[in-house]
Protein backbone atom coordinates (compact mmCIF):
# COMPACT_ATOMS: atom_id res chain seq x y z
CA UNK A 1 0.00 0.00 0.00
CA UNK A 2 1.28 3.73 -0.75
CA UNK A 3 1.40 5.96 1.74
CA UNK A 4 0.55 9.48 1.77
CA UNK A 5 3.19 10.80 -1.46
CA UNK A 6 3.66 14.11 -1.94
CA UNK A 7 5.13 16.11 -5.07
CA UNK A 8 7.10 17.74 -5.63
CA UNK A 9 9.44 17.19 -2.62
CA UNK A 10 11.47 20.52 -3.60
CA UNK A 11 10.47 23.29 -4.85
CA UNK A 12 12.13 26.39 -5.74
CA UNK A 13 9.94 29.38 -6.73
CA UNK A 14 11.20 33.04 -6.95
CA UNK A 15 9.47 35.66 -5.44
CA UNK A 16 6.18 36.70 -6.90
CA UNK A 17 5.55 33.20 -8.73
CA UNK A 18 2.94 30.91 -7.27
CA UNK A 19 3.33 27.44 -5.76
CA UNK A 20 1.06 24.56 -6.28
CA UNK A 21 2.03 21.70 -3.51
CA UNK A 22 -0.03 18.09 -4.61
CA UNK A 23 -0.82 15.35 -1.69
CA UNK A 24 -2.14 12.24 -2.78
CA UNK A 25 -3.57 10.35 0.83
CA UNK A 26 -3.37 6.75 1.53
CA UNK A 27 -6.02 4.81 -0.78
CA UNK A 28 -9.64 5.00 1.30
CA UNK A 29 -8.38 8.05 3.27
CA UNK A 30 -11.12 10.89 2.84
CA UNK A 31 -9.46 13.58 5.43
CA UNK A 32 -6.59 15.46 4.51
CA UNK A 33 -4.45 17.32 7.05
CA UNK A 34 -2.00 20.46 5.73
CA UNK A 35 1.13 21.73 7.70
CA UNK A 36 3.94 24.33 7.39
CA UNK A 37 6.71 23.83 9.52
CA UNK A 38 9.26 26.78 9.40
CA UNK A 39 12.90 26.11 10.19
CA UNK A 40 14.16 24.81 13.61
CA UNK A 41 10.67 25.02 14.71
CA UNK A 42 7.33 22.20 14.93
CA UNK A 43 4.50 21.46 12.63
CA UNK A 44 1.71 24.33 12.45
CA UNK A 45 -1.96 23.42 11.70
CA UNK A 46 -2.92 24.73 8.41
CA UNK A 47 -6.17 23.44 6.87
CA UNK A 48 -8.51 20.13 7.19
CA UNK A 49 -10.88 18.95 4.38
CA UNK A 50 -12.92 16.20 3.46
CA UNK A 51 -13.67 15.52 -0.17
CA UNK A 52 -14.85 18.35 -1.70
CA UNK A 53 -15.04 19.81 1.41
CA UNK A 54 -13.06 22.78 4.02
CA UNK A 55 -13.60 21.94 7.07
CA UNK A 56 -11.52 23.93 9.05
CA UNK A 57 -8.89 26.58 7.68
CA UNK A 58 -8.07 28.38 10.54
CA UNK A 59 -4.43 28.13 10.20
CA UNK A 60 -4.77 29.59 7.18
CA UNK A 61 -3.26 32.95 6.39
CA UNK A 62 -5.86 35.11 5.23
CA UNK A 63 -3.89 36.27 1.98
CA UNK A 64 -2.43 34.18 -0.96
CA UNK A 65 -3.16 30.64 0.40
CA UNK A 66 -5.57 28.30 -0.61
CA UNK A 67 -6.07 24.44 -0.69
CA UNK A 68 -8.68 22.03 -2.54
CA UNK A 69 -9.91 18.53 -1.89
CA UNK A 70 -11.57 17.95 -5.33
CA UNK A 71 -13.83 14.45 -5.50
CA UNK A 72 -11.26 13.11 -8.30
CA UNK A 73 -7.38 13.38 -7.77
CA UNK A 74 -4.84 15.23 -5.05
CA UNK A 75 -5.56 17.87 -2.86
CA UNK A 76 -3.91 21.18 -3.71
CA UNK A 77 -2.47 23.40 -1.68
CA UNK A 78 -1.88 26.71 -3.62
CA UNK A 79 0.70 29.67 -2.37
CA UNK A 80 0.07 33.00 -5.01
CA UNK A 81 2.70 35.59 -5.39
CA UNK A 82 4.92 33.84 -2.53
CA UNK A 83 7.28 35.92 -0.41
CA UNK A 84 10.70 35.03 1.34
CA UNK A 85 8.82 33.95 4.48
CA UNK A 86 6.65 31.42 2.76
CA UNK A 87 10.09 28.98 2.88
CA UNK A 88 8.87 26.29 4.35
CA UNK A 89 8.68 22.39 4.70
CA UNK A 90 4.64 21.83 4.11
CA UNK A 91 3.23 18.30 4.76
CA UNK A 92 0.49 16.52 4.67
CA UNK A 93 -1.21 14.02 6.53
CA UNK A 94 -4.43 11.76 5.50
CA UNK A 95 -6.82 9.65 8.10
CA UNK A 96 -9.86 7.41 7.07
CA UNK A 97 -12.12 8.92 9.46
CA UNK A 98 -12.06 12.24 12.01
CA UNK A 99 -12.00 9.75 14.64
CA UNK A 100 -9.06 10.20 17.07
CA UNK A 101 -9.06 6.43 17.10
CA UNK A 102 -7.36 6.64 13.79
CA UNK A 103 -4.06 7.20 13.10
CA UNK A 104 -3.24 10.28 10.63
CA UNK A 105 -0.69 9.11 8.03
CA UNK A 106 2.08 11.99 7.17
CA UNK A 107 3.84 12.61 3.64
CA UNK A 108 7.66 13.34 3.49
CA UNK A 109 6.63 17.07 2.77
CA UNK A 110 7.24 19.22 0.51
CA UNK A 111 10.07 21.54 0.92
CA UNK A 112 9.44 25.53 -0.82
CA UNK A 113 12.58 28.22 -1.02
CA UNK A 114 11.50 31.47 -2.02
CA UNK A 115 14.57 33.15 -3.59
CA UNK B 1 -5.47 28.75 23.14
CA UNK B 2 -3.64 24.78 23.68
CA UNK B 3 0.03 24.60 23.39
CA UNK B 4 2.29 22.27 24.06
CA UNK B 5 6.35 22.79 25.36
CA UNK B 6 9.07 20.16 25.01
CA UNK B 7 12.67 20.63 26.28
CA UNK B 8 15.16 21.84 23.68
CA UNK B 9 17.24 19.94 22.33
CA UNK B 10 19.67 18.95 20.83
CA UNK B 11 19.88 16.39 23.18
CA UNK B 12 23.09 14.37 22.80
CA UNK B 13 23.36 10.54 24.18
CA UNK B 14 26.01 8.10 24.28
CA UNK B 15 24.40 4.51 22.90
CA UNK B 16 22.72 2.10 25.62
CA UNK B 17 22.26 5.88 28.08
CA UNK B 18 18.80 6.55 29.76
CA UNK B 19 16.47 9.05 27.71
CA UNK B 20 13.97 11.39 29.08
CA UNK B 21 12.26 14.10 26.75
CA UNK B 22 10.09 15.94 28.29
CA UNK B 23 6.59 17.68 27.42
CA UNK B 24 4.14 19.71 29.26
CA UNK B 25 0.80 20.67 27.62
CA UNK B 26 -1.69 23.35 28.33
CA UNK B 27 -5.38 22.25 27.36
CA UNK B 28 -8.59 22.75 28.23
CA UNK B 29 -10.85 19.32 28.98
CA UNK B 30 -8.93 15.96 28.05
CA UNK B 31 -6.85 16.16 25.23
CA UNK B 32 -5.03 13.08 23.24
CA UNK B 33 -1.48 13.22 23.60
CA UNK B 34 0.86 12.17 21.50
CA UNK B 35 4.96 11.43 20.41
CA UNK B 36 5.99 11.97 16.86
CA UNK B 37 9.38 10.50 15.63
CA UNK B 38 10.76 12.63 12.34
CA UNK B 39 13.62 10.77 10.86
CA UNK B 40 16.03 12.84 8.27
CA UNK B 41 14.15 13.73 5.18
CA UNK B 42 11.65 12.01 6.16
CA UNK B 43 7.87 12.89 7.60
CA UNK B 44 6.60 11.89 10.64
CA UNK B 45 6.02 9.04 12.34
CA UNK B 46 3.19 8.43 15.26
CA UNK B 47 5.73 6.54 17.71
CA UNK B 48 2.91 6.29 20.52
CA UNK B 49 -0.42 7.70 21.61
CA UNK B 50 -2.15 8.33 24.95
CA UNK B 51 -6.20 8.76 24.97
CA UNK B 52 -6.58 9.30 28.68
CA UNK B 53 -5.28 9.81 31.76
CA UNK B 54 -2.95 7.87 33.30
CA UNK B 55 -2.74 5.95 30.16
CA UNK B 56 0.88 4.34 29.11
CA UNK B 57 1.52 5.04 25.62
CA UNK B 58 4.66 2.27 24.40
CA UNK B 59 6.17 1.73 21.15
CA UNK B 60 9.73 0.14 20.26
CA UNK B 61 11.18 0.34 23.87
CA UNK B 62 9.95 4.09 24.19
CA UNK B 63 7.02 4.89 26.91
CA UNK B 64 5.34 8.26 27.70
CA UNK B 65 2.26 8.58 30.80
CA UNK B 66 -0.70 11.00 30.52
CA UNK B 67 -0.66 12.85 33.95
CA UNK B 68 -3.14 15.36 34.37
CA UNK B 69 -1.97 16.32 37.38
CA UNK B 70 1.86 17.92 36.05
CA UNK B 71 -0.36 18.58 32.56
CA UNK B 72 2.79 16.37 31.30
CA UNK B 73 3.52 13.62 28.60
CA UNK B 74 7.49 13.05 29.15
CA UNK B 75 8.90 10.57 26.67
CA UNK B 76 11.48 7.81 28.03
CA UNK B 77 13.37 4.97 27.10
CA UNK B 78 15.71 2.75 28.92
CA UNK B 79 18.71 2.27 26.25
CA UNK B 80 18.74 4.42 23.02
CA UNK B 81 20.43 3.10 20.30
CA UNK B 82 22.36 5.13 17.19
CA UNK B 83 19.47 4.26 15.01
CA UNK B 84 17.11 6.50 17.41
CA UNK B 85 18.43 9.47 16.33
CA UNK B 86 16.05 12.08 15.14
CA UNK B 87 13.55 14.76 15.90
CA UNK B 88 10.86 14.02 18.55
CA UNK B 89 7.66 16.03 18.84
CA UNK B 90 5.24 16.02 21.96
CA UNK B 91 1.51 16.89 20.30
CA UNK B 92 -1.90 16.80 21.41
CA UNK B 93 -5.37 17.01 19.71
CA UNK B 94 -8.40 18.99 21.51
CA UNK B 95 -10.53 16.99 23.25
CA UNK B 96 -14.05 16.43 21.01
CA UNK B 97 -11.85 17.45 18.15
CA UNK B 98 -10.73 15.68 15.13
CA UNK B 99 -7.19 14.78 13.96
CA UNK B 100 -5.95 18.28 14.01
CA UNK B 101 -2.75 18.15 15.72
CA UNK B 102 -1.20 21.15 17.96
CA UNK B 103 2.74 20.28 17.90
CA UNK B 104 5.55 21.05 20.38
CA UNK B 105 8.44 22.43 18.38
CA UNK B 106 10.21 19.26 18.74
CA UNK B 107 13.94 17.87 19.86
CA UNK B 108 16.61 16.81 18.32
CA UNK B 109 18.04 13.56 19.69
CA UNK B 110 22.30 12.59 18.63
CA UNK B 111 23.34 9.03 19.52
CA UNK B 112 26.78 8.44 19.71
CA UNK B 113 28.30 4.92 19.35
Known amino acids: NAGVMQNPRHLVRRRGQEARLRCSPV?????VYWYRQLPEEGLKFMVY????????ESGMPKERFSAEFPKEGPSILRIQQVVRGDSAAYFC?????????????FGQGTRLTVV | GDSVTQMEGPVTLSEEAFLTINCTYT??????LFWYVQYPGEGLQLLLK?????DKGSNKGFEATYRKETTSFHLEKGSVQVSDSAVYFC????????????FGAGTRLAVHP
Open chain 1, 93 to 105: ASSPTDSLNTEAF
Open chain 1, 27 to 31: KGHSH
Open chain 1, 49 to 56: LQKENIID
Open chain 2, 27 to 32: ATGYPS
Open chain 2, 50 to 54: ATKAD
Open chain 2, 91 to 102: ALTPSGGYNKLI
